[in-house]
């Protein structure tokens, strides 16, 4: 059974925006770090947006002023809305969960990922 579930990814003109979701079966989830990954095809996996526990939040300059994190901890789950989306953001997304923000290794649970699409 995943510990991680993302949702909310699907097919949209450029310029609209998505919610993905990120719910969490984890014991720890209000003691860890949040991360946001997406991978397009030939591509290596890329770190979006990171939440950590105080609610700091670092964001890659790729998707910096249009995509917010957030996260709910009484409902484990974790929050990226992405707006003015380009069909350059087309790629499969990912959570991820662990004790700090940082290199894929940190993280201990992935989820299987929800692909976005964005059509020009």
């Known amino acids: 059974q995943s510990k991680l579930v993302e949702s909310g990814g699907g097919l949209v003109h450029a310029g609209g925006s998505l919610r993905l979701s990120c719910a969490a079966s984890?014991?720890?989830?209000?003691?860890?770090?949040v991360g946001w990954f997406r991978q397009a095809p030939g591509k290596e996996r890329e770190g979006i947006p990171c939440?950590?526990?105080?609610?700091?939040?670092k964001y890659s300059d790729s998707v910096k002023g249009r995509f917010t994190a957030s996260r709910d901890n009484a409902k484990n789950t974790a929050y990226l809305q992405l707006n003015s989306l380009k069909p350059e953001d087309t790629a499969v997304y990912y959570c991820?969960?662990?004790?700090?923000?940082?290199?894929?290794?940190?993280?201990?649970?992935w989820g299987q990922g929800t692909q976005v699409t964005v059509s020009s």
């Open positions: 991820a969960t662990g004790p700090i923000c940082g290199d894929l290794y940190e993280y201990h649970y």
């Open positions: 984890t014991v720890t989830f209000d003691y860890d770090a």
């Open positions: 939440m950590d526990t105080s609610g700091t939040i």
